[in-house]
């Protein structure tokens, strides 16, 4: 009766398992942005009234904007926190702003180009779901009130998601001029705008981490009930996996002897080839010659033969010539003898495609008879030539 009420319970906490960690799945909701890029546009006011901090929300006599979107960035974020950033920001400064300290008299463009490297302080605060604030620091340079200069920028914001990839940016920098020369000053930019996230790679939030130990943990003795079955699987399909393994390695074992059966057939029937062309003796001509004597007309004959007898035989055909001449006649001669042997071929139907024919004058002299060596008329004999070997089998 004991045993049988241990059993029960053992059932029931497996149940009773399963069940809560269904309720524990991980959803959308437990993943977080790990790093991604990010698109922005939207609008900036600039604040260049010369007090910096004074008066900071005084919009009608300090602030200038423009009524259409006037600022766009790009930037990488890193899961450490960290992100880089370019912006771009376009304004007028309007008649009757206060501007460098003065009231300004006419109206002008405002330009920069900015850098930055910002730090999201979730990191520090913990997830914040929808907000997300950072600030940063970068180096810029700002064409504004027709005076050019670089700037130290220092900046706050946060951002609010609507979506996964879809936010609203809020932030605020602040630009130190480096030179002050020209009645330059420090001035304030604000923007807002629609931020777009893309290429994001995901991860766990520290809700979800701590939600998915949890899940762990109560699936855990569910798993050791299961790898019990599983090892018993396991090693059948390991003995299975074995045996196609030792099928498969003796098939190509069989399949690499036959291919190397195969090689040497192949081989041998080239040498038997190359043997037989050679037996039919060698094609000479007579000095400065390209006609083919009776003897060259039956090698050339017997070749044709053992081409037409055997289709998908290819052979390579060089012509020669002794070292008597120039080069150029020399080449040109072999280019004539090597001709009269192709015609020859064709005249006894062996197609063009099947003969790879090429001139090579008094190139690879089969002796020692070059120009200006003394040579016997046989010595330069053997090198007025057709040499023909096998190509493809």
Not at 128 to 157: C, E, H, M, Q, S
Not at 252 to 259: F, Q, S, T
Not at 279 to 285: D, L, Y
Not at 322 to 339: A, C, E, I, P
Request: hydrophobic share 35%; aromatic share 10%.
């Amino acid at each position: 009766m004991k045993k049988i009420k241990v059993s029960l319970f053992v059932i029931l906490l497996h149940t009773v398992g399963a069940i809560w960690a269904q309720d524990l799945q991980l959803t959308a909701k437990d993943s977080i942005v790990k790093n991604s890029w990010m698109f922005g546009l939207g609008y900036n006011f600039v604040d260049d009234s010369g007090d910096v901090f004074d008066e900071l929300l005084d919009l009608d006599k300090q602030w200038n904007a423009v009524a259409f979107p006037s600022r766009i960035s790009i930037g990488k974020y890193f899961n450490s926190g960290i992100g880089v950033e370019a912006i771009g920001s376009y304004n007028k400064y309007k008649v009757g702003k206060t501007v460098d300290g003065a009231v300004n008299l006419e109206e002008t463009d405002y330009f920069a180009i900015d850098s930055r490297v910002s730090y999201d302080l979730n990191k520090i605060i913990g997830e914040t779901a929808w907000f997300d604030p950072y600030i940063g620091v970068g180096l810029g340079y700002t064409d504004a009130n027709n005076k050019g200069r670089g700037t130290y920028n220092g900046v706050v914001g946060f951002r609010t998601w609507i979506t996964e990839r879809i936010g609203l940016d809020f932030n605020s920098s602040g630009k130190w001029a480096m030179d002050k020369g020209d009645g330059v000053t420090n001035h304030l930019q604000h923007a807002v705008g629609v931020v777009y996230q893309f290429k994001a790679e995901k991860g766990l939030s520290k809700k979800g981490l701590e939600k998915q130990a949890q899940i762990e943990e109560i699936l855990k003795e569910q798993q050791r009930v299961a790898d019990s079955t599983a090892a018993a699987k396991k090693q059948e399909e390991e003995a299975r996996l074995l045996a196609e393994r030792l099928k498969k390695e003796q098939e190509a074992l069989r399949l690499a002897e036959v291919e190397k059966e195969k090689a040497a057939a192949e081989k041998q029937r080239r040498e038997d080839l190359q043997a037989k062309i050679n037996s039919f003796g060698s094609v000479i001509f007579a000095l400065n010659s390209s006609y083919l004597n009776p003897d060259s007309k039956n090698i050339l004959a017997a070749i044709a033969e053992l081409l037409i007898e055997n289709p998908t035989v290819t052979v390579k055909l060089g012509a020669y010539t002794d070292s008597r001449g120039t080069d150029k006649y020399n080449l040109w001669l072999s280019q004539r003898r090597m001709q009269r042997s192709l015609d020859f071929l064709e005249s006894k139907g062996v197609s063009s495609e099947k003969v790879n024919a090429t001139a090579f004058g008094e190139e690879e002299l089969l002796n020692n008879c070059e120009d200006g060596v003394y040579c016997t008329e046989q010595e330069h004999k053997i090198n007025r030539r057709i040499e023909i070997t096998v190509d493809k089998i």
